[in-house]
């Protein structure tokens, strides 16, 4: 395999190329043809399982790190006015069959302690539309649901009564998933008047809009 495409799968791969070590990786490179695409690596790991010694979880975490890059190197721009609640367009849902890989590929935690726990889990990947920040992180059930939502526009009282929980629970998930940028929605409507010559600092903003407000009734007896 060329240096240049040898160069490439540690950039995209460091993580797998770390854990396997140089000889087993050379091995693995030296086994591929030399079109071979990053996209198939996942594929290619799997493959190799019987032959070579691999973790169990490899093949799981090279579609983790694909992914990533691929994510890294998009250019979606968020322009344009959001008309109704909608999926993040720059968020990716990877599947796995392995819990903790992300530890694996932020090197946040302790990797001695990360413990691969063979499960179903799914991995979202996303630009915040605010502050364009690449996360990553294991999805949880109220990610999943806000999702399922917002993908098939079901209202917050037909989810909660499927879910057989409260409108409220529902609108929290809601809320929650669009402040971290994982859903879109649109302005609110409920926003202070801001005088325009006025420059108006970044960290003020989410002082602006509000998504309620509360109205105050007087009674006396006059009423």
Known sequence: MHTSLVNTYEEIFSNCHRILGSQTWGRILAAMD????????????QSL????SLPAFISDLARVEW???QAAKSEILFEGKIESLSVNPTLTLVPATWKNLVGLVTNESDESALVQEA??????????P???KLRIREAEDADLLALKIAVEKIEPKKAAAMGKVSID??????YRAVSQGILMAPDSLVRREVLPTAELAPTLEPFVTADVFTLQWHITQAC
Do not use: M
């Open 34 to 45: 030399e079109d071979s695409k990053p996209r198939a690596f996942p594929e290619t790991l």
């Open 49 to 52: 399982k019987n032959d070579v």
């Open 67 to 69: 992914a990533l890059y």
């Open 119 to 128: 499960t179903s889990v799914h991995i979202i990947i996303w630009r915040h």
């Open 130 to 132: 605010k502050t364009n």
């Open 169 to 174: 629970a529902v609108e929290s998930r809601l």
